[in-house]
Structure formats: structure tokens, C-alpha cells
């Protein structure tokens, strides 16, 4: 039999890496001679993972998709993919491997499109298969998964994205399995009796929880019984370095030295399964692999999933776990700090849910049993088998299948606007308590965005969702005066939150229907903003809140100084709030200025305003009457009435009545 | 038809003389005009009724709950109306030799199949939204602008004059200060003409010879004795079409030159980047008609204006006498884009008939696509692409607030700029009614157009 040539790619993360690695490593123990190739992007993860495992590796260039808008990374990206595929072609050209076993990621584009590109020239005979780990496909695999000759994925359920795919479940290293507990404790020097908590946020670590974590230690560590193993990850950017960041955070917590002895801290935890073993308890992130070692495992699981990804694929792979009684899943929250708006989990949310899981061994138990079900241990026998057919041609095509579909609205699916229009429509019955509360992590994940649009759309989503707790978070956004760039305040721009998002804060502020002090500093910032809608909206706050606001001098002020505002959309809600507010007869002379103004809206306003301190008592009634003469009647607007269509409303009307009148035999 | 038989029956029957008139594009333009306005006149109502038969509006779901204030069910795609008027008018009063002419008619099939299509899948689909993709649309009016460049600019196709193509004669020294010199009769200039024999007397100053003034100067010449022959002692054949401008020198002329409003002469030559600026026109044009039809009435004044003003500006620079007068280069043919632009006047006139507030009927994207695409070839045909920054100021505004409004507003800095967007919807929103904003709009049209007439003279 010839040596059969195998070419692995896919990677940037381990989360892409791993599942490769791990089938090739059952390949070469079904095939002892075969050969090997990763193709990979210099710099990521899998430059230092394949050599490590003995598989060589050959870099090619590639980038991560920077969005359709035209920019100067577009440009790059075009450029670096068009090198990446024109050295792909000549590796695949080279290497002639039998089959190719692509695991996603932008590091998987060169091979794929060159593959592609041979194969619709019939320049290769090549076949390959596409795995794809997460629920919802990336980008990449949605569109070579239905090229590829056999594309295998995680779950049933992206068959809703793949139709031509089928469900072959996660590949699982062999390893994993199996390490006895006693044995492993041993070996890391744990006591036998002991608590054990593992903590990580995969290989490159993740903030939310390092940090959560060493903030909920002085709780946890009370408890003598309770060890605590924190792999912080090896991440290491001028935006969050991992390792620094949790030793500066250990300062500020007090520990005794016997609880320090109880608290271990490792960069990155090799061997994996030695500390999986070990644990009682494991808090981790909710990736697709992560996940699937935990179910093969065994293991209670407490999921912090990460927000904001594509399709929320961490958020439905661990509700699909605590759906099934398998894991805990404890939501990020955007929260104000000196680094802006970022998502955290406050220590003490999670060591009490830590401390109520270690102590009830029952529940534990019956995670640990739960979680089984969703473990595959033959994954990656399934998966090395259709690659070997593949390779050989001996691969059968799938029988067509039904692709599921899902019920009521996904929200996971949609879009932040969806959302919001969604929610505009729908309003907020019908929505289980369980997606209210995946809804608001979303807004959470939002509001912590850097960019404004996104920003806008979590403050539009506080308000439809009605969450009051959010209220400090809305006012801090309106109390934010940080500008924007310069570049931005030359075009017309402000300040960092934009005009959009400080107008529809004040909508929330009204949806939300709270008054309190903090509030009223927050509208009188904002009769004073640059932005005309900001002010026209405070004034409308203002009235909204009336009855609450009842008699303070300064918003009076405050709302006199907005009707002669030099924009118009702003004068006449002032004039609207003069009329809820004043109290004296003295408006006249303000109102007066404004009879014969040449803007007739403003003299509509005036006239509803007046309408309005008539019957509140404030104007005289004969005093008003007098005044009547003096306006400007004169308008150049008006709205049309076609009598054509009246009558045809009434005739339409009509017949509905009489149809209603006489019930049908 | 007419033309064409009028100038067979001249030629056959002598009784037929009268008949002459037709030649004459001022004569046609008028005609031409007054045909398309009694056409959709006289079939504007079973237009009306065919298209809101045919269901081209938006359906009416619910008749117990609609508004008494909204237009919602006026038909749309009159546009079909002003094409059909177009086209009859054209095909009665048209001279089928001029090229001119189907480039024009190439413009109007291609747009009105484009809007056309457009109308088609938002109707069907009962959503505004569903029409061509903002892509396809703009593809299809650069695809346009890319085949109609490449004809206009290749030599042997262009149906404008062309280094390559011969003028008529020329009279070589035709100095101010020799020979133009003041005089009463032609005997005064019988003496003394810069060597030139036969020179005439017209308006007090002494001019080229009458023979050289109209035929043989405008047709190819084909050698220097012919030109003698024909216009004295001084003229000559030249080699590139030329024009004569101001400070007695001669320019070649090139349709690829780029000319500006109120300067005479031209900025450069762009050679085949010129088809640049021709796609751009064509794109920009297209699109400014499309955004101004916002309102009852609103891009049918200014669209007429701008025909209106290009049409007087093709018959002067289609005859040789006022170009020359008014220091153009002199474009023979062009005087058929006047007939054309007086048929759409004429179309627009009767469309307003029904569209003016409250409207009947709609121009849908049938009738703004095309209407602005071939605007922006009568533009390019005739040069004046720059005039209608000034003279469709009305469409500039337009398009600059949205482009401001959504662009640099609410994508970039998340504020508006206006209040709405496009402008007339900020006046809409300041209160303003909608006749109010109809109508001044078409007073600042048509000051713009008096401008525009008056840069024929001012350069």
C-alpha cells in the first residue's frame, strides 16, 4: 500500500489547533507510516502546537476578515489571502496529499480556496473534509463546507446552517480519558480530600474570569477544604496581559499564608487531563472544545460563556448543557470601570455559587452523570473513519436528512437590530425568564462595545428590555463627556458617546419611568448639550416626568433658557414644557416674543402651551382672550383631507359593522 | 416620419416648397414639443387607469383602517407615460440620419429598462425596499456610462467633431485690426481684407466672404483650391476640425476636452480618462432625478428646466452661425439633441398635468432613471457636463444632504446634520407644505436656468 500523504490546516487559536491535532494523531495510529503536513499562519497558536506533536509545518499568509465596509484592512486582507492562495497552490501542487482535514479559521483560507480552485480546474485529485467545532459555522466553513467532499460538525443542530453536513460530534484527544483522580492529585500534589476548584479560560486565558476568580478567593479560601488551581493563560497583549494583570490583583487581596498554599497559579496547565481529573468543580469558557473534554470527562462544569461572538456560540453551547442539568452558567455584565465599560462577573456572585456547588455533593454528582450524555467518546473514531474513506474513495455519500428546525424565535440568531425591532414589535410577553436573561447579557455585551453603533444598540435594548437595574449604566452614558476624536469634532462631531446614543438614553430614561435625584443632574446636563435632539429629548423627559419634577426652580430655568434656543425642534418642546411647568403669569413675555415668529410651529406650541396653563390655572382666562388678536394665523403648512377616501373609510367601516351586526347562518 | 417624408416631397414636388420648413430644427422643436404634450395629455388617463388596473401601486390591505391624508394607492411608473410620448413625438419629427439622435434613444431604452425593472420587483413585492439592489443599479448606470464613453470618445464612432475628421474651410488671415474694420457697404471691403477677395460687409464690419460663412465652412473641405474657390483668395482647407476663438487663434477641437461654465476655452485634454468624468455624470445625473422625486411635482420642474436650458444651448451649438458668435466650438448635428430635448419638455409639461399636486400618478424609477440618464447624455453630447452643477443646483442639494446626512452623519460621527434627509424633507419637517416646497423649488430651478442661459454669453 502507498504511504498516504495527509494535510492539516485550520488554527489562530487552540480551539482550531487541537481538534486537528488530534485527529492526526489516530490517523497515525491507524496508519503508522502515513505522512504529515500542517499548514499554518506564522505567529498562532498551532507555529508552536503541531511541531511540539511532530507534525511539520509550513506557513502560509492569511488574515482575518475585517468586515465588507471599504478600509485600508480590506485592502490587506485582499492582498495577504491573494499570497496566502498563490503559496497554498504551490504546496498543494508539492505535496499532492491524498486528503486534506481543514478544522476552520481564517489559517484554513489559503489551503481551502486553492483547493478549490484545482478542483473546479480538475487540476487535483485531492478530496477534503471540513470539520467545523462551534454550533454556529464561522464564516469561513459556511461557505467551503458546502464545497468540501464531506464536512462533519459538532451538533445536529448547524445543520440549520449546513445542510449538506453531517453531525459527527467533537473530536476528543484519546488521552483525555480515563486518568484516574487518586493518581492525578498525586502527581500535582493535591490532598485527597480536598475541594478542588479548576479555573481557566482556555490557552489564552480569559479576563472575566481571572479576575472574577482572584476577587472571589478571600471568600472561597475561607473554607480550610476548598484548593483553588487558576490557569491564567498565556495572552499577552497591550490591552490585557494575562499573568501581570491576576499578580497585580493578588496584591490587593489579603490571603494567609495558609490559604496562599491552597491558591496555585500556572501560566498554562500541561497536561490538561491530569488537572481535569483532579477537579471537583471546573469554571471555564463555553467553546465548543472546551466543552466537549469537560462532557468526555465528566466533569461539573460552572460556564461563564464569552459575549459577543458570532452567533453567540458560547452562550448556546453552555445553555444547551444547563438545559440538559449538566452545568451552571453564570452571564458577564457590562460595568462602569476606569477602563470604560467592560464585561465582569463580580467576585462574590461567583464564589458563592462555587461555595453552594462544592457543598452539595449530590448536585455534583448528578452533573457529572448528566454531563456524560453529552460527551461522544467515539467522535474521533467517526470522524478518522470518513477521513481514511475519503482518502481511499471508498467514502459513501449521505442519505439526504431532514434539516431541524427551530421553534419560536431565536434570539442568539438575530442581529442587534433584529433584536430591536423584534422587541419593538413583539414587546416583552411571551419571552421565558431564561431569555430574558441571555437578552440581557447580550445588551451587557453591547453597552461594553467600542464601537458607538453597537454601543446605541445596547441602550436602545435596556430600554425595551426595561431593565432598571441598567438605570446608573444609561446615566453614565449621558454624564460621559469624553470627546471624540479630533478628527470627528472637526466634521461635527462631540463626544464620545454620539449624539444618537445620548438622544436615545433619554428615551430609555422615559421607558424606564425612574426619578431620582441622580436623574435630575443627568436632565439638566442635558437642556445643555450640543446636540439638538439631545435637548429636545431632555425637554421632553422633562414633561414626561412632570408630576414628579413638580416645582423646581432651577429646571424652570433650565427649560425657559430651551425656548428661545436657535434650533426650532428644541424651542417648541420647550414651549410645550413651559406650558406643563410654569407657574407665574410672567411666560407672557417670553411667549409673546414668539406670536408672529416666522416658524408657525412655534406658534402652534405657544397656542398648546397656553391651551395648557389655562387649565392648570395659570393664565387668566380673559387675560388670554385679549392676547388671542395678536397672533399670526398665517401657515404655510397644513394637512390634506381627500373627502374621496373619508367616504371610502366610512363604506368600508360600515360594512364591517353590518357583517358584524348579522351573524353568519 | 414627417421629416423624412417632407424632405422627399420638397424634392419631388415643387407644390411641396412650403414643406421646407420642416427642415429647420427650430420648427421641430416646437412641433415637437407641442406633439408630446397633446400625446400624454390625450393618453394620460387610460395610462392612469392601465397602471392602477394593473395593480402598479401600493395595495390598499385594510380599507377600514387607511389614512384619509396619505397619496398611498396613486399609481406609479408614469414614467411610461412621458416615454411613450417621447418616442412617438421623436418618431414624427426626428431626423434618422443624425447619430445624435441614437445615442439619445440608446440612453432612454437602457434606463427605462433599468427603472423599469426596478418598479417592477418593488411593485410586485408590495416594499420600496425590494427593488434593484443599490448595487445593481449603480452597475447598471456605470455599464452604461462605460459603453456610451467608449463610443462617444473612439473616433470612428463619436458623433461629435474629431481631430481626425476634416473641417470646412477657413479663411487664414482674418486679422481684427486689417480686416476687421468698420464699413457701410460691401464695397468697403473690397479694398484692403487681409487678402482675402470678396469679403462682405455684415453689421457694420467687414466679415468672410458670404460663400465661406455657411456650407463650405461647415462641410469637410476636401483641398485649399476648393476652398479658394469657394471663399476668395485667403481661405484655406485645414487639416483638424478646428474653432476659431477669441484673439484670432484657432483651436482643434477634441470631444475629449474638458470645458467649465463662464471660461472659453478648454481646461485640458483627458484623452480616454475622460470617460471617467462621463461615467461620473451619467451616474451622478441618473441618481439626482431619482432623489429629487421625493414630492408631488418636485423633479418634474427642475428635470424640465435643466431640458429646457440644454435644448437652447444644442440649438446654438448645432447651428455654426451662433457658435461661431458666441465663440464655440461649432458641433455639427448637435441641433438634433434640441428636437429631443424639446419632445421631453413637451412630455414633462404633460406629465406635470397629472403629477402636479395632488398627484395621480407617480414617475417611479421608470421615469427619474431615465430621465436623468439621458440628461446626462445630452450633457456629454453637447459638452456643458459642468453646467448642470450650476443650472441642477436643485439636484445637487438634494444629493449632497443625503450623501452628509447619512454618510458623514449618521454613519461616522452618530448625529444628524439636517433635520431629514433629503432636503425637502427637512422643509417638510420645519412645516412647510408640500405645493409650498413644489413651487420653490422650481423658482430656484428656474433662476438657475436663467443663469445658466446667461453663462451661453458670459465666458
Given at each position: ?12 487559536t487552540g480551539g482550531?489547533v487541537y481538534?486537528?491535532i ?23 497558536a498551532?507555529?508552536k502546537i503541531?511541531?511540539k ?119 476528543v484527544r484519546?488521552e483525555m480519558?480515563?486518568v484516574?483522580r487518586?493518581?492525578a492529585r498525586?502527581r500535582l500534589g493535591l490532598?485527597?480530600?480536598a475541594r478542588v476548584l479548576l479555573a481557566f479560560g482556555g490557552s489564552q486565558g480569559a479576563r472575566t474570569i481571572n479576575r472574577a476568580l482572584v476577587d472571589a478567593l478571600?471568600?472561597l479560601l475561607?473554607?480550610?477544604?476548598i484548593w483553588v488551581i487558576h490557569g491564567v493563560g498565556r495572552l499577552d497583549s497591550?490591552?490585557y496581559r494575562a499573568e501581570k494583570d491576576t499578580q497585580d490583583r493578588l496584591?490587593?487581596i489579603?490571603l494567609?499564608?495558609?490559604?496562599r498554599k491552597r491558591y496555585q497559579m500556572f501560566a498554562y496547565l500541561d497536561p490538561i487531563e491530569d488537572y481535569y481529573a483532579a477537579a471537583d468543580l471546573v469554571i471555564g469558557r463555553g467553546g465548543a472544545g472546551t466543552l466537549t473534554e469537560m462532557a468526555v470527562c465528566?466533569l461539573a462544569a460552572l460556564i461563564i460563556p464569552k ?7 458560547q452562550?448556546?453551547?453552555a ?8 452545568a451552571?452558567?453564570v452571564?458577564e ?12 462577573v463580580?467576585g462574590?456572585?461567583l464564589a458563592?455559587a462555587v461555595?453552594?456547588?462544592l ?307 | ?459
Amino acid at each position: 500500500m502507498e504511504k498516504r500523504r495527509y494535510l492539516l490546516t485550520g488554527g489562530g487559536t487552540g480551539g482550531h489547533v487541537y481538534p486537528a491535532i488530534a485527529i492526526a494523531d489516530e490517523l497515525r495510529r491507524r496508519e503508522p507510516d502515513a505522512e504529515f503536513l500542517y499548514v499554518g499562519v506564522k505567529g498562532k497558536a498551532e507555529e508552536k502546537i503541531a511541531p511540539k506533536r511532530g507534525y511539520p509545518i509550513r506557513f502560509v499568509s492569511s488574515e482575518g476578515w475585517p468586515g465588507a465596509r471599504p478600509s485600508l484592512s480590506l485592502l490587506r486582507f485582499a492582498w495577504r489571502l491573494g499570497i496566502g492562495v498563490i503559496q497554498a497552490i504551490l504546496i498543494l501542487r508539492q505535496y499532492k496529499p491524498h486528503a486534506i482535514i481543514a478544522t476552520g479559521g481564517y489559517v484554513s483560507a489559503p489551503i481551502m480556496l486553492a483547493w478549490v480552485l484545482l478542483r473546479k480546474l480538475r487540476l487535483t485529485q485531492t478530496k477534503a473534509f471540513v470539520h467545523e467545532q462551534n454550533l454556529m459555522p464561522g464564516r469561513l466553513n459556511l461557505l467551503i463546507g458546502k464545497l468540501a467532499d464531506r464536512t462533519g460538525v459538532s451538533f445536529e443542530e448547524s445543520r440549520r446552517y449546513l445542510p449538506q453536513a453531517e453531525a459527527v460530534g467533537y473530536p476528543v484527544r484519546k488521552e483525555m480519558v480515563g486518568v484516574p483522580r487518586e493518581e492525578a492529585r498525586k502527581r500535582l500534589g493535591l490532598p485527597e480530600d480536598a475541594r478542588v476548584l479548576l479555573a481557566f479560560g482556555g490557552s489564552q486565558g480569559a479576563r472575566t474570569i481571572n479576575r472574577a476568580l482572584v476577587d472571589a478567593l478571600p471568600q472561597l479560601l475561607q473554607d480550610p477544604n476548598i484548593w483553588v488551581i487558576h490557569g491564567v493563560g498565556r495572552l499577552d497583549s497591550p490591552l490585557y496581559r494575562a499573568e501581570k494583570d491576576t499578580q497585580d490583583r493578588l496584591a490587593q487581596i489579603s490571603l494567609t499564608e495558609e490559604q496562599r498554599k491552597r491558591y496555585q497559579m500556572f501560566a498554562y496547565l500541561d497536561p490538561i487531563e491530569d488537572y481535569y481529573a483532579a477537579a471537583d468543580l471546573v469554571i471555564g469558557r463555553g467553546g465548543a472544545g472546551t466543552l466537549t473534554e469537560m462532557a468526555v470527562c465528566g466533569l461539573a462544569a460552572l460556564i461563564i460563556p464569552k459575549a459577543n461572538l458570532p452567533g453567540d456560540h458560547q452562550v448556546r453551547n453552555a445553555r444547551a448543557l444547563q438545559d440538559g442539568g449538566a452545568a451552571e452558567v453564570v452571564y458577564e455584565h457590562a460595568q462602569r470601570t476606569n477602563e470604560g465599560l467592560i464585561d465582569v462577573v463580580a467576585g462574590e456572585e461567583l464564589a458563592s455559587a462555587v461555595a453552594h456547588l462544592l457543598g452539595d455533593t449530590e448536585r455534583l454528582k448528578k452533573m457529572r452523570e448528566a454531563i456524560l450524555n453529552f460527551g461522544d467518546v467515539e467522535a474521533l473514531g467517526r470522524i478518522v473513519d470518513r477521513v481514511q474513506q475519503l482518502a481511499t474513495g471508498r467514502l459513501e455519500p449521505l442519505p439526504s436528512r431532514p434539516v431541524p428546525k427551530s421553534d419560536g424565535p431565536v434570539f442568539a440568531e438575530m442581529t442587534g437590530g433584529g433584536l430591536v425591532s423584534y422587541l419593538g414589535r413583539h414587546g416583552l410577553k411571551d419571552i421565558p425568564a431564561r431569555e430574558l436573561e441571555y437578552l440581557t447579557y447580550r445588551t451587557d455585551g453591547y453597552l461594553s462595545s467600542d464601537a458607538w453603533q453597537t454601543r446605541n444598540v445596547g441602550v436602545k435594548l435596556v430600554g425595551l428590555l426595561q431593565l432598571h437595574d441598567h438605570l446608573e449604566l444609561i446615566l453614565y452614558i449621558l454624564q460621559d463627556k469624553t470627546p471624540a476624536s479630533r478628527l470627528h469634532r472637526l466634521l461635527g462631531g462631540d463626544y464620545r458617546q454620539v449624539g444618537f446614543i445620548r438622544r436615545n438614553a433619554f428615551q430609555v430614561l422615559r421607558q424606564l419611568n425612574v426619578w431620582n435625584p441622580q436623574v435630575r443632574e443627568t436632565l439638566l446636563l442635558g437642556f445643555e448639550d450640543p446636540y439638538f435632539e439631545v435637548r429636545s429629548n431632555a425637554a421632553q423627559t422633562a414633561i414626561f416626568f412632570s408630576e414628579q419634577i413638580g416645582d423646581d426652580p432651577e429646571i424652570l430655568a433650565a427649560i425657559r433658557k430651551l425656548m428661545m434656543d436657535r434650533d426650532f425642534e428644541v424651542a417648541r418642546e420647550g414651549i410645550l414644557a413651559m406650558g406643563h411647568f410654569a407657574k407665574n403669569p410672567d411666560v407672557y413675555e417670553a411667549m409673546r416674543a414668539l406670536y408672529t415668529h416666522p416658524n408657525w410651529r412655534l406658534r402652534e406650541a405657544v397656542v398648546l402651551a397656553m391651551t395648557r396653563l389655562v387649565e392648570r390655572g395659570v393664565l387668566a382666562p380673559e387675560k388670554v382672550a385679549e392676547e388671542l388678536d395678536q397672533f399670526l394665523l398665517t401657515s404655510i403648512g397644513f394637512a390634506p383631507r381627500f373627502h374621496l377616501r373619508e367616504k371610502m373609510l366610512h363604506l368600508s367601516q360600515t360594512l364591517q359593522k353590518v357583517k358584524n351586526a348579522v351573524p353568519p347562518q | 416620419m414627417l421629416y423624412h417624408l417632407s424632405e422627399y416631397l420638397v424634392q419631388a414636388f415643387e407644390a411641396a416648397g412650403p414643406l421646407r420648413l420642416v427642415r429647420y430644427i427650430s420648427f421641430r422643436t416646437i412641433v415637437a414639443m407641442l406633439t408630446s404634450f397633446l400625446i400624454t395629455l390625450l393618453i394620460g388617463r387610460t395610462v392612469i387607469n392601465f397602471l392602477y388596473r394593473r395593480k402598479i401601486r401600493d395595495v390598499v390591505r385594510d380599507y377600514s383602517v387607511m389614512s384619509v391624508e396619505s397619496k398611498k394607492g396613486t399609481p406609479t411608473m408614469g414614467g411610461i407615460l412621458m416615454i411613450l410620448a417621447i418616442l412617438a413625438s421623436i418618431a414624427l419629427w426626428g431626423n434618422f440620419r443624425s447619430p445624435f439622435l441614437y445615442y439619445l434613444l440608446f440612453a432612454m431604452f437602457w434606463f427605462a429598462a433599468v427603472g423599469g425593472i426596478d418598479d417592477y420587483f418593488k411593485i410586485r413585492n408590495q416594499n420600496s425596499d425590494a427593488g434593484l439592489s443599490r448595487k445593481a443599479k449603480y452597475l447598471s448606470q456605470i455599464s452604461y456610462g462605460l459603453i456610451f464613453g467608449f463610443f462617444f470618445l473612439y473616433s470612428g464612432t463619436t458623433p461629435l467633431p474629431h481631430p481626425t475628421k476634416q473641417s470646412g474651410c477657413r479663411v487664414k488671415t482674418w486679422k481684427s485690426k486689417e480686416c476687421d474694420k468698420p464699413c457701410k457697404t460691401n464695397a468697403d471691403c473690397a479694398t484692403n481684407t487681409c487678402g482675402v477677395t470678396g469679403a462682405v460687409c455684415m453689421q457694420g464690419r467687414c466679415a468672410p466672404p458670404a460663400a465661406c460663412s455657411a456650407d463650405a465652412q461647415s462641410k469637410a473641405c476636401r483641398s485649399d483650391e476648393a476652398c479658394i474657390a469657394s471663399c476668395g483668395s485667403g481661405a484655406y482647407c485645414p487639416k483638424h476640425w478646428e474653432y476659431p476663438v477669441p484673439g484670432n487663434k484657432v483651436l482643434v477641437f477634441r470631444p475629449s476636452q474638458l470645458y467649465i461654465p463662464f471660461y472659453k476655452f478648454p481646461l485640458m485634454d483627458l484623452s480616454w480618462l475622460y470617460i471617467f468624468v462621463i461615467v461620473f455624470m451619467i451616474v451622478y445625473a441618473a441618481n439626482a432625478v431619482n432623489f429629487a422625486d421625493g414630492l408631488d411635482g418636485l423633479a418634474t420642474g427642475p428635470t424640465l428646466f435643466s431640458y429646457l436650458v440644454f435644448g437652447i444651448y444644442a440649438y446654438f451649438l448645432g447651428n455654426m452661425l451662433t457658435a461661431r458668435y458666441l465663440w464655440y466650438p461649432f458641433l455639427p448635428g448637435a441641433g438634433e439633441t434640441a428636437v429631443f430635448c424639446g419632445a421631453v419638455v413637451g412630455a414633462l409639461v404633460g406629465f406635470l398635468w397629472f403629477n402636479t399636486y395632488p398627484a395621480e400618478i407617480f414617475m417611479g424609477d421608470t421615469g427619474s432613471i431615465t430621465l436623468g440618464g439621458i440628461l446626462g447624455t445630452v450633457m456629454v453630447l453637447l459638452k456643458q457636463e459642468f453646467l448642470f452643477f450650476l443650472l441642477g443646483g436643485v439636484f445637487l442639494a438634494e444629493l449632497l444632504s443625503v450623501a452628509v446626512q447619512d454618510w458623514l452623519g449618521i454613519q461616522v460621527l452618530g448625529r444628524r446634520i439636517f433635520y431629514r434627509a433629503p432636503i425637502h424633507h427637512t422643509f417638510q419637517h420645519r412645516g412647510l407644505s408640500e405645493p409650498k416646497i413644489v413651487v420653490r423649488f422650481w423658482i430656484v430651478s428656474a433662476m438657475l436656468a436663467l443663469l445658466s442661459l446667461a453663462a451661453l454669453k458670459i465666458r
